[in-house]
């Protein structure tokens, strides 16, 4: 058990080997926590617990370090089996105790465990008294699920933020002026990218919410990774900026390709751009990890896709690309489409499609070349790479 202020304390776990989460659709290179809080006030109060493959390893700690019959209330703030995945085994111990949830929380709860147990439901501004601190719940709705929300502690001044602002970074120590920065960084920015970015337009709500309660905050304790506890207002503003239309100083390039045409069209693509001074990304999507891609992709300032045409439509990569950029809500950036093709050719357009349902900006049709593209259609690739350039320093 970590002593993290006067009164919480970290009781998580360390996952050191998970390498993919959320089944295998998230890469987490660096491994991933489930903090688990335990706050020794008057009352002893357990916040979230940890994903139920931890199960036994945490029941026994948590009997170890606080014993389980100490416990006073459980205070649930989201119920991803990440965090909620150990509750039953609580209150199999103790079925008497409180369950604080949001009302999302408990039907969640409910129809995860189909248990009647004992719920209060808290919403945005309730309190809760448990010595020297007491407890405001804030909700979160939608960042990321329903029932999310968060719990400040006025008297140590910390905010249990859950997913909020968290990571999935396993490090040598549970606090952000103890880490590796860039790694940090790294990982905190994947986090918005793949999990938070379609949420974006509410986290800016949310955060100008937060701001105007005028919380002091020492410590903010998010669900994953580290605690932000030097300057933990440094990651509430790169929050604001990366849910306000964040870019970096970078265009995307990112292809498939069966036999190089398409990979030609995506290198003139490329020099159409740097004639402009803008800097770029080439990544073959088909050798890539797709949740480090889609963070390139929400960094970038302008993105161009391109897949050869096969089975009259996109490779597989591509296809499932295109479907995570719609899916994150991508938008502002400029964006085309290419490729090249046999005989039928549909790739192309049917990649400019699926983009066109995003609130990103087409700045050009469909690029096309037949089989090897000759020396006009790389010209023509170079030119669209020349407008989407452009593009950039427009939008
Ligand atoms: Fe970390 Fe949404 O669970």
Redesign the pocket.
Known sequence: MLKISENVYWDGIQDWDLKLFHGHELSTHRGST?NSYVIKDEKTVLVDTVWFPHKETFINRIESDVGIDNIDMVIIQ?N????GGALDAIMELRPDLPIYCTAFGEKIIRAHFHKDWNFVNVKTGDTLKIGKNTLTFVEMRMI??PD?MMTYLNHDKVLLS??AF?QHYCAKSMFNDEVDEDELYQEAIKYYAN?LTPFSPIIAKKINEVVALNLDIDMIAP??GVIWRENPSQIIESYADWANDYSEDFAIIVYDTMYEATRKMAEAIESGMRSKGVKVKLYNSSVSDMSDLLTELFKAKAVAVGSCTVNNGALTSIVALTHEIMAHKLKGKPYLAFGSYGWSGEAPANIDETLSKTKMIKVSEPLKAKYSPVESELKECFDAGVKLAEAIKES
């Open positions: 489930y989201h991803e089996p990440d965090h990321h699920w999310s859950n997913d968290g999990i669900s994953h």
